[in-house]
């Protein structure tokens, strides 16, 4: 009885171990400076900034303009947020949402060549109304913004991953 609990125990671990599962590591990037040009009043951008120095080693550059020693230039533009109505009731009120959040980067090194063109990335979720509880959907609007835009900054942190060669 306890061989087979071994034997059991034994085969579950090889199979596991050969199914090739690893933990999520940090991301490996091709480049150890850049300079982030984007606005200082876009929460995106602050998340997208705090990542890339969370990044062991990557030194994140700021300011008017960038200088010798930077190996890339991250051009992000401020993100775009819409609110698109989908659906009402037979009075006309509203009942249902999209909520989008757009934003628009690309990557060249300091010469001016270009790593990653100039590409849109567009998240949305659903979101639905009632206005006897209109707080509590404004905090959930708020809630589903920020989800949007922490699924944004996993995007393009794993784009940026993939760049190999500068």
Do not use: H
Not at 24 to 36: E, I, L, N, T
Not at 141 to 153: G, N, T
Request: proline fraction near 3%; aromatic fraction near 6%; charged fraction near 25%.
């Amino acid at each position: 009885m306890v061989a087979r609990r071994w034997l059991l125990g034994a085969g579950c671990a090889t199979v596991l171990s050969a199914c090739g599962f690893q933990l999520r590591r940090p991301p490996d990037f091709a480049f150890k400076s850049v300079y982030f040009a984007a606005s200082e009043s876009s929460p995106l951008a602050a998340e997208l900034r705090r990542n890339l120095q969370s990044v062991e080693g990557m030194q994140v550059l700021t300011g008017v303009r960038p200088g010798e020693g930077v190996d890339v230039v991250l051009d992000l533009q401020p993100e775009r947020r819409d609110k698109v109505v989908v659906g009402q009731s037979a009075s006309g009120q509203v009942r249902e949402f999209v909520l989008r959040t757009r934003v628009t980067f690309g990557l060249r090194t300091l010469a001016g060549r270009s790593l990653i063109a100039s590409t849109e990335l567009m998240q949305q979720r659903d979101f639905t109304f009632n206005e006897s509880a209109a707080l509590a959907k404004e905090a959930e609007e708020a809630l589903l913004y920020r989800d949007i835009q922490a699924d944004l900054v996993q995007q393009l942190m794993r784009r940026l991953a993939a760049v190999k060669a500068i």
